[in-house]
């Protein structure tokens, strides 16, 4: 079992709708959660961070983390063409801070 | 500007030869990581560092090696013990702080023939 999952896609959704990421998690001593956007060759940078159960809202973005079912997931609204990227799932665990990363959703939205 | 540098952007090499991957950073930040990325995949921990003279083995640390002699810089090796060396490369840097996210340099691209 890997230690964070995702599908990988693509998913695709009309532009202005809702695009609903999902991220699951296999260590339970995973204490912090984030979500990276990363476009074609280039590097991830950061969308959202999460630690607490519940939802974060940033703008258009929400992140929803639910430690019980080990779930993380990303919605975003009113989604846009520059939206159009994979995006990265990650968790930091343990002392010595390992971040581990999904292999990534590719989210197309169509205009 | 604060920022990680990693150099160079594109680096090719004949099978058979070790490598070395550059990444400094500006930011004082204590942890450093290196990540590989292969087409269409995910990011891989290949090794880390959250202090000066220590680091971590990742999840493919197999045929490379690091070190960690100052704070701003974190040098990878490809040694030629690894397989499939072709990647592309990401070293990031973060705070010592479990909530603290990372923060990427641009990414070195490595070709092996």
């Known amino acids: 079992q890997k230690e964070v999952e995702q599908n990988s896609g693509p998913l695709s959704v009309p532009e202005g709708a809702i695009a609903s990421l999902n991220c699951t998690y296999s260590?339970?001593?995973?204490?912090?959660f984030f979500w990276y956007r990363q476009y074609s060759g280039k590097s991830p940078e950061l969308i959202m961070s999460?630690?607490?159960?519940g939802d974060k809202e940033d703008g258009r973005f929400t992140a929803q983390l639910n430690k019980a079912s080990q779930y993380v997931s990303l919605l975003i609204r009113d989604s846009q063409p520059s939206d159009s990227a994979t995006y990265l799932c990650?968790?930091?665990?343990?002392?010595?801070?390992?971040?581990?990363f999904g292999t990534g959703t590719k989210l197309q939205v169509i205009p | 500007d604060g920022g990680i540098t990693q150099s160079p952007k594109y680096l090719f090499r004949k099978e058979g030869q070790n490598v070395t991957l550059s990444c400094e950073q500006n930011?004082?930040?204590?942890?450093m990581y290196w990540y590989r990325q292969d087409p269409g995949q995910g990011l891989r921990l290949i090794y880390y560092s959250q202090i000066v003279n220590d680091f971590q083995k990742g999840d493919i640390a197999e045929g490379y090696s690091v070190s960690r002699e100052k704070k701003e810089s974190f040098p990878l090796t490809v040694t030629s013990a690894q397989k499939n060396p072709t990647a592309f490369y990401l070293c990031?840097?973060?705070?010592?702080?479990?909530?603290?996210?990372?923060?990427f340099g641009n990414g070195t691209r490595l070709t092996v023939t």
């Open positions: 990031a840097s973060s705070i010592r702080q479990l909530d603290s996210p990372l923060h």
């Open positions: 260590d339970r001593g995973s204490q912090s």
């Open positions: 999460i630690y607490s159960n």
């Open positions: 990650a968790t930091s665990t343990g002392g010595y801070q390992k971040v581990t």
């Open positions: 930011l004082n930040h204590d942890a």
